[in-house]
Each structure stands twice: as C-alpha cells, then as structure tokens.
C-alpha cells in the first residue's frame, strides 16, 4: 500500500540519518531498534529521554510524493523540552544523500560537536547514484531487521538485494545484506542450501572490495569469520567497524562475543554492557551473552539472572533456556533447571545442548565442556 510505501521509506531514510550520526565519536547515538519503539506514539520527549538515557531527542517527519521528498527535523533538549533547532527541506528526490548530509551537519553544529576530517568525509559518502537500487536496499534492510525471521522474510531480502546490485552493482551495502541474510539462512537452514556459509563469505569479501569505509560491511565480516572459527580474523573486522563508527552496537556485541569464545568472558562485559547502553530498549540478544559471559566464567548466580533477561524479553528463545539449564546446574538448582527444561522442550522439542555448544568457536574446549556439565547436573542427554 502507499502507506506502506511510504513508512519503510521514512524508516530507511531515518536510520542513514543515525547512521551517520552514529559516525561521530563525540556523540553517544542510540541505536535505530530502540529509538524506533517510539515511533508513531505521543510521548513526552522528557520521557524518551529519561528512558533512552539521553540529552537531546531527535524528531520530525519524511514524507515522498513521487520524485520530491519533504523532511521536517528538530532537534530538543531532552531535560527542559525546549527547541535546540529545527528545519524543513523540500527537495528532489535525487538530492536526498545532499539532505541527509545537510541535516545530520547540523544537528552535530545544533550540539557544537566538531568533525573531524575523517568524520565529515564519512558522512558525506554518497553510496549509490541510483535512487532506485537504494529503494530496493531500503526495502531489503526493512525486512533484514524486522521481526519477522523466516524462509519467507529471506528469500524477499535476497530478491531486493539482488534487484539493487541489477540496477548498480558497485553500490556496496546490498552485497552486504546479501553476506548478512545468508548468514541467517547457514544458522536457520530456512533454504535448504548447503553453501550458505559460502555464499555469505562471498558477498561479505564483495561488499569490502566495492566500499572498504563501510562499518556495516566490517561488522557483518567480523560475524562471518565469527562462524569460520577464525577468531583473530573476527576482531580485526570488529575494529575496523568500530574505527569507522564508535557508536555501532552490533560491532560492540560482535567484540564483546569475540572476548567470550577466545578465552577472556569477562573483558566482554564492559562491551556488552556498553551495547545495551547504545540500544537499550531491544538489547534482548545482548543479555544472552552477557550470560554466556558469566557462565564460563563460573559466575552462575550473575549469569542466571541475565538469562532470565533474555526469557523475560524473548520468551520464545531456546539458546538462553538451554544455557539457563546449565547454570542452574552448577548451582545445584535440578529441580529449577528441570521446569525450565519442559519449557524449552515445549519451544523446540529437538533441542541438544551438545549441537548447540558443538557449533560455537570455543578457543578452549574446557569452556565448552563447562556448559555441558552444567546442563548434564540437571538433564542429563
């Protein structure tokens, strides 16, 4: 519908905006999943602000009539509601990397934050001159990140993506939603394909050739070297991501993660914590890990209650049931640990601790052998 149309357009051009504001190291950006839980509601900025953690809120409006585009944006002081700044802008549409340039300069002027050179170079990359192969990856990314993680949802992300690299194929953010969706077809195993991983691989090593300044294209590296067990080769990526973009949660998470399986659970927190700060209101995977964390670490009690987290904002996960297992274990909680067991059969009657575990990138097996343990305390396979 046009409505429809309109919103995933809105939505795609909202996030470049907090991408590239998320680009500069003088301010903390709250990550787009969060910031979207406001979308549409009347609320209280002082409210946003109180529960986001912030200072400033950034609002307005993008609205598309055929090739023009009209955005309204201002910016307010999330403690006093008084206006720092506001503008609108009525542009063709093929101005729109121009626009989002525009608005993103002042808001950080608005905030008397200076770039630096670097900085400003970022945000004023153009990605694509084709409008309409950026429409197709606006489209693709929507459906990327929303909630919906089906066979479905995948195969109309690889079709977008792929209609955008038609129209421009040195445009390189596609090739990374192409190496980003087949990651989660090699975890789901929606498709059936046994070149998954490959394929993912493949377009990953693309999208750094077409654009090598991407944190996106660094951070979706550093998870498919994640799951090729290449750990030095994951936190090399992590950090070019981080280099490029301090604010990004999903690189944050990936090093924080990368600590975990190589040995260090405890440095991961800091990162992990961190993460949750940048996108706070949808960090529910995060609390996974953080678990995960405290789980090899031996610190069960804390590693308990972030995987409670996690249940409590995903109810539906069988990865944290399965690890709260085997906390539980340790702490000789059996008959806890049992109730949640019948849980996660009711979620995935299939679920093995030993496949689950077998599949992560431990650089020490005595980590791994520390959840089975646990989980063999209470439920023995």
């Known amino acids: 519908s046009g409505d429809a149309e309109q919103e995933y357009f809105a939505d795609g051009i909202s996030e470049d905006i907090i991408t590239d504001l998320s680009k500069v190291a003088g301010l903390l950006v709250i990550a787009r999943n969060s910031s979207f839980t406001y979308k549409g509601k009347s609320i209280d900025i002082r409210t946003v602000g109180r529960e986001l953690g912030v200072t400033s809120v950034l609002e307005g409006s993008i609205r598309r009539a055929g090739n023009r585009v009209r955005i309204t944006a201002q910016l307010i002081d999330a403690t006093a509601g008084t206006h720092l700044w506001a503008d609108r802008y009525d542009r063709d549409l093929t101005d729109i990397f121009v626009v989002q ?17 670097a900085e400003s170079a970022r945000i004023a990359r153009t990605p694509t001159r084709n409008i ?13 990140f929303g909630p919906e993680k089906t066979k479905e949802s995948f195969e109309r992300e690889v079709a977008l993506f792929t209609q955008a690299i038609e129209l421009d194929p040195d445009y390189a953010e596609p090739y990374v939603g192409l190496a980003h969706a087949y990651n989660h077809d090699f975890q789901n195993h929606w498709s059936g ?12 090593r693309l999208a750094l050739e077409k654009d090598p300044t991407l944190p996106y294209a660094h951070s979706v590296a550093a ?5 090729e067990k290449d750990l030095a080769g994951h936190r090399e990526e992590v950090e070019k991501a981080l280099a490029l973009n301090p604010n990004f949660a999903l690189a944050l998470r990936m090093r924080g993660v990368g600590n975990i399986y190589n040995g260090a659970p405890l440095e991961a927190i800091p ?15 995060t609390w996974q890990f953080i678990g995960s964390a405290y789980l ?12 409670r987290e996690r249940i409590r904002l995903s109810p539906k996960t069988d990865l944290s049931h399965g690890f709260l297992i085997a906390a539980l274990g340790h702490l000789g909680e059996v008959d806890e640990a049992r109730r949640v067991w019948a849980e996660l059969k ?17 650089r020490d097996p005595a ?3 520390r959840i089975r343990v646990g989980f063999a305390m209470a439920v023995p396979e």
């Open 223 to 227: 998870i498919v070297k994640f799951w």
């Open 296 to 307: 090899i670490a031996g610190q069960y009690q804390k590693a308990v209650e972030a995987f």
């Open 271 to 285: 990162d992990l914590e961190h993460a949750l700060r940048l996108d706070p209101l949808v960090g529910h995977l």
């Open 132 to 144: 309409d192969a950026h429409d197709l990856f606006l489209r693709g990314r929507e459906a990327l």
């Open 367 to 369: 980590d791994a052998e």
């Open 193 to 204: 394909r046994t070149d998954s991983q490959q394929l993912s691989g493949h377009y990953s």
């Open 101 to 117: 340039d525009e608005v993103t300069r002042q808001i950080v002027e608005a905030l008397k934050v200076t770039l630096t050179p």
């Open 346 to 362: 009711e979620i995935n009657p299939n679920y093995r601790i030993s496949e689950h575990v077998g599949r992560l990138p431990f």
